[in-house]
């Protein structure tokens, strides 16, 4: 069993700067990539941006120069620092990771979190 739990997301102003966290845990035998999708009213869940274990980003056209994706790998959590929001940033953020874990004979499992919402708004 492993759970994703999101944090970080509010009400920001357009500009503003806001700061979303994911924690891993369960029976984690190893985390792959991890990374953030986000899903806007009426539109498609869309990646934002994610990060291999030992490095190297990959970013959304619409975020690139704004947001940067972190991992503590050693806590099996992960960051993505938004700067410069803007309304159109407003979604559900979903924390997303790639695992394996004790006694599973899948060697990747994809694993969601919840959601955090971000909301950018005057």
């Known amino acids: 069993q492993v759970q994703l739990v999101e944090s970080g997301g509010g009400l920001v102003q357009p500009g503003g700067s806001l700061r979303l966290s994911c924690a891993a845990s369960g029976s984690i035998l190893n985390v792959y990539v991890m990374g953030w999708y986000r899903q806007a009213p009426g539109k498609q869940r869309e990646l934002v941006a994610s990060?291999?274990?030992?490095?190297?980003?990959v970013y959304a056209d619409s975020v690139k120069g704004r947001f940067t994706i972190s991992r503590d790998n050693a806590k099996n959590m992960v960051y993505l620092q938004m700067y410069s929001l803007i309304p159109e940033d407003t979604a559900v953020y979903y924390c997303?990771?790639?695992?394996?874990?004790?006694?599973?004979?899948?060697?990747?499992?994809?694993?969601w979190g919840q959601g955090t919402l971000v909301t950018v708004s005057s």
């Open positions: 990060m291999p274990t030992k490095g190297g980003t």
């Open positions: 997303n990771a790639g695992v394996s874990v004790f006694g599973s004979t899948v060697g990747y499992l994809e694993v």
